[in-house]
Structure formats: structure tokens, C-alpha cells
């Protein structure tokens, strides 16, 4: 792949070094360090003159140095006159604060953070955006460069067949209503029913009631979700799923970001295990938590990176992608 620079942010270095593998590649050099005031010091360490430059730098971490990183490294090889600069986000930072959701006499003044990230990264010089299932597609709206969001259910979709031998007897839940599109297509691709659960929040990360919509009784049920964060939503769900008559309980999120008392409401639930794709590092959480597994989606993202590079369309290949 000539004329190809694909540089790693200091976020998630092992998918981006496993992106690198699938495409042969080598990682560009790259210095991110900071001053003693924290002030966070970028060195491109090879010409990117006329050249394709591709940055993986996921929302994960120190989210608002991680993010400075990125801007500063887009900018950085901007002005060192490369052709083009895409910013890969497997997991775009600021993505929950995508609206004015807050009610009362707050509504007004409640920012809308995620399209401030966007504009930051198209004034930093990005010519183009691939991520991975925003937790709102309207994010895409907020830019006016091209974004290509990518998908991880063909990887969700193999991992259920190879690791779930019960899984044609299995009902795919969304833990919320507006993960119901989500789910409704993962059942329709296995031939299987799905159900929700309606709830009620008091306030952010924190879950009032919740109310189960299908039928889960003697069904393995597979609780789907783009993110998880304190996992007070999962766990709740899937109390809820084991006290209405399920004999085994999956979680597949895309976004295991895991904060505050996550961890040990996972070993505490009942969950057979919780599956996440490395958007996010899960080396550290694994040994505390042996729930957790996660597919690696390096080669969904290579292959995007690849088909952007050659020209060639993203969105028609992840209907099927061989992992």
C-alpha cells in the first residue's frame, strides 16, 4: 500500500498495532510527551509530505488529553503538507452528550459536547472520520467532512455462533428502547425473537425501574448495547432476565469503557460472561474480572482503512466481514 502513513496515538497502542499487522504495515514514528506544566508536546518523526495519513486514537483513558493528542497530531501533519488526514476513533470521545436532553429550567443551557468535538477535529484539519457505532448516528450530522461509522455485528454475529451452542434457541434484548433498531437486526440475521427492557432513569447513571417487553422464559437471552459505563444498566437487566425465566444471560457490548463500581457489579451479576470488542484496552479489567471477554475488531477497521485508502466504498463491506 504505497504512499500510506498510519500513526498510533498513545490511547490504545495494541489495536493500533494490530490494525498495522492486518495491513502490513509498519507504525509511523511518532513522539507524544508532556511539559511539566502538562502541556501535551507532539514530534511527527518522518516526512508525511503528499501522503495518506491514517491516526488511531481512541476516546478511551484520559479522554481530554487523549483527545488534545489526536488535534494536535492531526494538525501536526497537516501543515506538513500530507495529501489527506483521517482520524480513526474506534470509540468516539463526548458521543452521550450528542443533545439537550436535560429538562426543567436547565434545558437550555445543557451543551451539546459531541458536536463541539466535531468541530475541534474538522478545525484541526481532518479530512475524514472512521469510528465505531456512535451511540447516536446523528453524530455523523455534526460534520462536514466525510464519516464513515462503522459496525461491529458481523464480528458480534460470529462470536455468538462459535461461542453460544444454544444460540438458535437464544432471544437477543436491548437493555433500552432506542437500542431496539440495534437488536431487530441481530435477530433477523440469526432467526430468533428479541425483546426490551423499558426504563426510567432518576439521573444519569442511575436506573429507577424497568419493565421487560417479550417473552425470555427457558431462552438463553443475549443483552446487546453499544456501551456500557457503571454497568448498573446491565446488571439491573439482566436480574430482571434470570427472574423472568432465562436459563443463561450474554452481554455483547461494543464499548466496554467499565468506570467507578463496574467491575465488581459484573463478578456480582449474573452474567455467563460479558463480551466487548477492543475499542477500548481490556487487559487490566480482564484480570479483575473474569467475565470479561472481547473480539478484536482490528480487522474491521484495517480493512476501512484500506478501502478508504484504494477508493473504494466502506459502507457495503460490513455486511459480511471474514475476521
Request: glycine fraction near 6%.
Amino acid at each position: 500500500m504505497p504512499n500510506i502513513v498510519l500513526f498510533s496515538g498513545s490511547s490504545h497502542h495494541d489495536l493500533s498495532q494490530r490494525v498495522a499487522d492486518r495491513l502490513g504495515l509498519e507504525l509511523g514514528k511518532v513522539v507524544t510527551k508532556k511539559f511539566s506544566n502538562q502541556e501535551t508536546s507532539v514530534e511527527i518523526g518522518e516526512s508525511v509530505r503528499g501522503e495518506d495519513v491514517y491516526i488511531i486514537q481512541s476516546g478511551c483513558g484520559e479522554i481530554n488529553d487523549n483527545l488534545m493528542e489526536l488535534l494536535i497530531m492531526i494538525n501536526a501533519c497537516k501543515i506538513a503538507s500530507s495529501s489527506r488526514v483521517t482520524a480513526v476513533i474506534p470509540c468516539f470521545p463526548y458521543a452521550r452528550q450528542d443533545k439537550k436532553d436535560k429538562v426543567g429550567k436547565n434545558c437550555s443551557r445543557a451543551p451539546i459536547s459531541a458536536k463541539l468535538v466535531a468541530n475541534m477535529l474538522s478545525v484541526a484539519g481532518a479530512d475524514h472520520i472512521i469510528t465505531m457505532d456512535l451511540h447516536a448516528s446523528q453524530i455523523q450530522g455534526f460534520f462536514d467532512i466525510p464519516v464513515d461509522n462503522l459496525y461491529a455485528e458481523p464480528a458480534v454475529l460470529q462470536w455468538i455462533k462459535e461461542n453460544i451452542l444454544e444460540w438458535r434457541n437464544c432471544i437477543i434484548v436491548s437493555p433500552d428502547a432506542g437500542g431496539a433498531k440495534r437488536v431487530t437486526s441481530i435477530a433477523d440475521r440469526l432467526n430468533v425473537e428479541f425483546a426490551l427492557i423499558h426504563k426510567e432513569r432518576k439521573k444519569a447513571n442511575e436506573v429507577d425501574r424497568m419493565v421487560l417487553v417479550g417473552d425470555v422464559k427457558d431462552r438463553v437471552a443475549i443483552l446487546v448495547d453499544d456501551m456500557a459505563d457503571t454497568c448498573g444498566t446491565i446488571c439491573h437487566a439482566a436480574d430482571k432476565l434470570v427472574s423472568a425465566g432465562a436459563t443463561k444471560v450474554y452481554a455483547i457490548l461494543t464499548h466496554g469503557i467499565f468506570s467507578g463500581p463496574a467491575i465488581s457489579r459484573i463478578n456480582n451479576a449474573s452474567f455467563e460472561a460479558v463480551v466487548v470488542t477492543n475499542t477500548i484496552p481490556q487487559e487490566e479489567k480482564m484480570k479483575h474480572c473474569p467475565k470479561i471477554q472481547f473480539i478484536d475488531i482490528s480487522m474491521i477497521l484495517a480493512e476501512a482503512i484500506r478501502r478508504t485508502h484504494n477508493g473504494e466504498s466502506v459502507s457495503y463491506l460490513f455486511s459480511h466481514v471474514p475476521l
